[in-house]
T-cell receptor
Framework: GEDVEQSLFLSVREGDSSVINCTYTDSSSTYLYWYKQEPGAGLQLLTYIFSNMDMKQDQRLTVLLNKKDKHLSLRIADTQTGDSAIYFCAERSNTGKLIFGQGTTLQVKP | DGGITQSPKYLFRKEGQNVTLSCEQNLNHDAMYWYRQDPGQGLRLIYYSQIVNDFQKGDIAEGYSVSREKKESFPLTVTSAQKNPTAFYLC???????????FGPGTRLTVL
């Protein structure tokens, strides 16, 4: 079946790079997404990548996709305290629905 | 401003009562979704609607009902049949089911 897995927690120091990893199972996924959730708020769409791409960069965010290994990562350069949040990876299934991972809590220490 | 609104932000109800959560969008999106989020877990899909007057069950539809009488509105009713209704409820919308979904701020429902 469709499943998305993420590590639950990541701690980094302010100014370092953060790398959040995600694996998925549906090889027919066409789009993969990264969302950010701050405490008590909804999800904010950060970026997405189409399955025929290997990499997408958007300012401090870099998304890498290894389609062979079904592995997706989000790199945040020069991580700031305002980046502290829960980050969700999601794949779009062939029915059009999004399948979410359980979220990675990013803690940024000053 | 375009966006998705959910009201209220916090909602308290007694056990056995039905409660309706509001979701409105002015993004002209065709598709709308309801998710449930529990602590430490990802989002689980309750119901979704691709077009007015049509909706489909998601993965955890039991104990919930929806309607889609207008493109802009997709209210969710949590019925007394829902065994564990206390959770954070998120509404989202997208251009059809092929686009990225945009989320509202959520409603935290507590059943006492």
């Amino acid at each position: 079946g469709e499943d998305v897995e993420q590590s639950l927690f990541l701690s980094v120091r302010e100014g370092d790079s953060s790398v959040i990893n995600c694996t998925y199972t549906d090889s027919s996924s066409t789009y993969l997404y990264w969302y950010k959730q701050e405490p008590g708020a909804g999800l904010q769409l950060l970026t997405y990548i189409f399955s025929n791409m290997d990499m997408k960069q958007d300012q401090r965010l870099t998304v890498l996709l290894n389609k062979k290994d079904k592995h997706l990562s989000l790199r945040i350069a020069d991580t700031q305290t305002g980046d502290s949040a829960i980050y969700f990876c999601a794949e779009r299934s062939n029915t059009g629905k999004l399948i979410f991972g359980q979220g990675t809590t990013l803690q940024v220490k000053p | 401003d375009g966006g998705i609104t959910q009201s209220p932000k916090y909602l308290f109800r007694k056990e056995g009562q039905n409660v309706t959560l509001s979701c409105e969008q002015n993004l002209n999106h065709d598709a709308m979704y309801w998710y449930r989020q529990d602590p430490g877990q990802g989002l689980r899909l309750i119901y979704y609607s691709q077009i007015v007057n049509d909706f489909q069950k998601g993965d955890i539809a039991e104990g919930y009902s929806v309607s889609r009488e207008k493109k802009e509105s997709f209210p969710l009713t949590v019925t007394s049949a829902q065994k564990n209704p206390t959770a954070f409820y998120l509404c989202a919308s997208s251009y059809g089911t092929s686009g990225g979904q945009f989320f509202g701020p959520g409603t935290r429902l507590t059943v006492l």
